[in-house]
Nanobody
């Protein structure tokens, strides 16, 4: 059974940085895409950034130039470096992995940015 375990969330002041990490266990196969979504109360979960097994990246417009997603296919890990954080980035961040159309989710890690 595939499990995604996130780490690295926390509380940071505006302008600061955080790094989120996610490791997938329980599978000897890789994923087509790994990435990060976020959600705030009353809103839909939204894509933050993702990376394919070929290295192609995709970012939400709101984080371009501030966040960087990276992945390690051999280790089934994905990381999100978040710089110049803003209060609007406050959310529960979820690790996501996709294999042949099936999605796997982590339990979420809270990121809180104070003004």
């Amino acid at each position: 059974q595939v499990q995604l375990v996130e780490s690295g969330g926390g509380l940071v002041q505006a302008g600061g940085s955080l790094r989120l990490s996610c490791a997938a266990s329980g599978s000897i196969f890789g994923f087509n895409t790994m990435g990060w979504y976020r959600q705030t109360p009353g809103k839909q979960r939204e894509l933050v950034a993702a990376i394919t097994s070929g290295g192609t990246t995709n970012y939400a417009d709101s984080v371009k130039g501030r966040f960087t997603v990276s992945g390690d296919n051999a280790k089934n890990t994905v990381a999100l470096q978040m710089n110049s954080l803003e209060p609007e980035d406050t959310a529960l961040y979820y690790c996501n992995a996709v294999r042949f159309g099936y999605q796997y989710w982590g339990q979420g890690t809270q990121v809180t940015v104070s003004s």
